[in-house]
Structures are given as C-alpha cells and as structure tokens.
C-alpha cells in the first residue's frame, strides 16, 4: 500500500537550517508529483512546494528564496531544505502525493524556530 514516512525536522533557531525527508513507497515514485504542505495552530494546511520531475518545481512566495524541493528517485525520497528559517515557518509539516485520485500524506513532522 502507499506509504508516505517523514523524517527531520525539530528545534532550530532562526536564521537556522532543517531537511525534511519523505521516503515513499507503494506507488511509482518517480512519476507522481511529491507535494509539502504546513499546518500552524489555528492555520488551515498550506501548500508550501511541490515537485513534478528534477526541474519542474514550484515555491510558494512566503518561503521562496529559502526553502528548495528535491528528489532522489533512486531512493523513492523527496526532501525540502529549510534554510534562513523565521519563527513564522513554525508549523507541522506535511509530505503528500496522489495516487488512483487519492490523496495520501505522511505523518507530519513538528518544526518549531525560536526568535
């Protein structure tokens, strides 16, 4: 069955970096669209980047310039640097990919930046 398994992330201080990671499996990896979203308390979800192959990718403009989508199809992994991080990228943080119309989501990762 399709699994989605996150890990990375934690406490950092901003100004700080993380990577996130999200091994998947299950489906054929390397030709669906990989998806980040982030959940912060009282927020609805936000779509934060995706990726559709190696250079088709998209940055949402609150992030942009800091965070980088990637995959390594090999490895079935799709990752999201965090770079220069603001105590406002604070959230839950959510890989997802659709499959058969699906929507799948991993477990969610806890990223919290301190000022």
């Known amino acids: 069955q399709v699994q989605l398994v996150q890990s990375g992330g934690g406490f950092v201080q901003a100004g700080g970096s993380l990577r996130l990671s999200c091994a998947a499996s299950?489906?054929?990896?390397?030709?669906?669209?990989m998806e980040w979203y982030r959940q912060a308390p009282g927020q609805q979800r936000e779509l934060v980047a995706t990726?559709?192959?190696?250079?088709?990718?998209y940055v949402a403009g609150s992030v942009k310039g800091r965070f980088a989508i990637s995959r390594d199809n090999g490895q079935n992994t799709v990752y999201l640097q965090m770079n220069s991080l603001k105590p406002e990228d604070t959230a839950v943080y959510f890989c997802?990919?659709?499959?058969?119309?699906?929507?799948?989501w991993g477990q969610g990762t806890q990223v919290t930046v301190s000022s």
């Open positions: 299950g489906f054929d990896f390397k030709a669906n669209r």
């Open positions: 997802k990919t659709i499959v058969s119309w699906r929507d799948y």
């Open positions: 990726i559709s192959e190696p250079d088709n990718t």
